[in-house]
């Protein structure tokens, strides 16, 4: 909404760094939306500063930047066009509780700005994290061909987050103001350390110091919704009025790296996209499903009957699974010192793990195998109840799917690609329907999708598509400031 500062420099410095293609062009728009704005709100002194921003985003490497008037925009004024209503439950809470109709009219504006614009990508702050998350969802709703990327809040040398509204705080209030940042930032420590957060404390202090809250909450990063503290992340919000200049900041509350688990059906690409996902990330890649390879393999090769559980046991107990990363290549699997990568992919393998999977006692030392390697998060988890049984606190579940036939065909050109020998497309998909029926039916941790797992359907997706959409996800549930994208 213009008066340009670092923050927005920031943003458009991120958009240069993104590969889009040759053709990629920079935008910098610039609004101020009459409808975002409350009756006593600050609409007529909101800082505009047309030929600052136009130097700023020039000098950071914007190829245009776009101020239009609210006639341009609203040619008939701005109460005859189309107006968009978010669903209530994403303003219940934090500025949205006590900003009737804002995020209304960035809704409306935004969908505006966009038809007209029509990008292909959308750069937002996350310092406005619950307008972040309604765009998203917006966006997400409507089905527009976006992607949209967060940045980082951006904050001076003293910590506190920049804002076009800072320019109406005096010496002295800028001095007070930076107890905000210094108290979420203690705050979030003493999460971190295992002490209890205390709002009311929290609150107290802020008051002391001058500052007038105006809302504390604790939230679901994705659905806004309120939350404690405790083994998922969250964020702590705050509002308050610094003399007469209302500020807003979070920070995120976390005791443990983030964990991605997602669940699935066999043959839906899961361990392709999800080794590569992890990979950008910086997250461990946990395949589970070449566990229960592993071990269906040492029964197998040892010949052991599937009612012999005391043998099964015996072999569990002195059992060594590593998996070793190759920058080149897929993931290696070791079992006992021995490389199984390709034989545990076989048909024999593949026609039985399934039976294995099943007993009590495989799953119930491979779960805590899992959850011992997964106790300190920073990890990506695949398989078919991850979301389920093994990680049920997960910061997010993925539920990975395509239909029978797609994945028929995914698993030919699979085992083409390894020398195997390859069935007849309709058979694999035979295979492929009966593995789902024993999957889904089997009475300990069957397959099914999470109650808040995201479902993708990734029939006529390639792979980077999926990969990207599952980067969507992950940043729409946990932040770049918590977790960024490496590359």
Not at 36 to 53: A, C, H, I, V, W
Not at 334 to 354: A, E, F
Not at 386 to 394: D, E, L, Q, R
Request: hydrophobic share 40%.
């Amino acid at each position: 909404m213009g008066g340009l500062h670092k923050g927005h420099a920031e943003l458009i410095k991120v958009a240069n760094q993104t590969s889009l293609g040759e053709s990629k062009r920079v935008l910098v728009s610039v609004f101020i939306n009459p409808l975002q704005f409350g009756p006593k709100e600050d609409f007529e002194s909101y800082p505009r500063t047309l030929n600052n921003d136009c130097n700023l985003a020039q000098k950071n490497g914007a190829d245009a930047i776009w101020a239009p008037s609210v006639n341009e925009i609203f040619p008939n004024g701005i109460n005859s066009h189309f107006s968009i209503k978010v669903p209530k439950h994403l303003t219940t809470h934090l500025c949205g509780s006590c900003r009737p109709g804002h995020f209304d009219g960035v809704a409306s504006v935004i969908v505006r700005l966009l038809s007209l614009v029509k990008p292909k990508l959308l750069i937002l702050g996350e310092k406005d994290w619950q307008q972040l998350v309604i765009i998203r969802h917006l966006i997400d709703d409507l089905g527009l061909p976006i992607h949209i990327k967060g940045v980082p809040t951006i904050r001076d040398k003293h910590g506190l987050a920049l804002s076009s509204r800072n320019s109406y705080l005096k010496a002295n209030e800028k001095e007070t103001a930076l107890h905000l940042p210094r108290l979420l930032k203690e705050s979030a420590k003493d999460v971190k350390n295992g002490l209890f957060l205390n709002k009311e404390k929290l609150s107290s202090k802020l008051e002391k110091y001058g500052l007038k809250v105006e809302y504390i909450e604790t939230v679901d990063p994705y659905q806004l919704q309120p939350m404690k503290e405790g083994k998922q992340l969250c964020m702590l919000a705050v509002a308050l009025k610094c003399g007469e200049t209302r500020l807003i900041d979070h920070t995120f509350l976390m005791t443990h790296q983030p964990i991605v688990a997602i669940d699935g059906p066999a043959g839906a690409g899961k361990s392709t996209v999800t080794r590569e996902f992890a990979r950008r990330l910086g997250l461990l890649y946990l395949d589970t499903g070449a566990m229960y390879r592993a071990v269906t393999w040492i029964i197998q090769e040892k010949n052991i009957e599937l009612n012999d559980d005391d043998a099964i046991q015996i072999n569990l107990n002195n059992l060594d699974i590593k998996f070793e990363v190759s920058p080149n290549g897929p993931q290696t699997v070791w079992v006992n010192g021995q490389d199984v990568s390709n034989i545990i992919r076989s048909q024999s393998i593949t026609k039985l793990v399934s039976k294995v999977a099943c007993k009590p006692i495989v799953r119930e030392y491979l779960t805590t195998m899992q959850r011992r390697m997964g106790e300190d998060g920073g990890i990506v988890a695949e398989g078919r109840d991850i979301g389920t049984a093994v990680f049920p606190h997960a910061e997010l579940k993925i539920f990975l799917t395509a239909s029978a036939s797609e994945r028929a065909k995914r698993r030919s050109i699979d085992l083409k690609q390894r020398g195997l020998p390859v069935p007849s497309l309709k058979d694999l998909e035979s295979q492929i329907t009966e593995r789902d029926n024993l999957d889904s039916s089997r009475d300990i941790a069957p397959l099914k999708k999470a109650e808040d797992a995201i479902e993708i359907i990734t029939d006529g997706m390639n792979i980077e598509a999926v990969i990207t959409k599952m980067l969507n996800l992950f940043h729409s549930h946990i932040p770049e400031e918590v977790w960024p994208t490496t590359y």
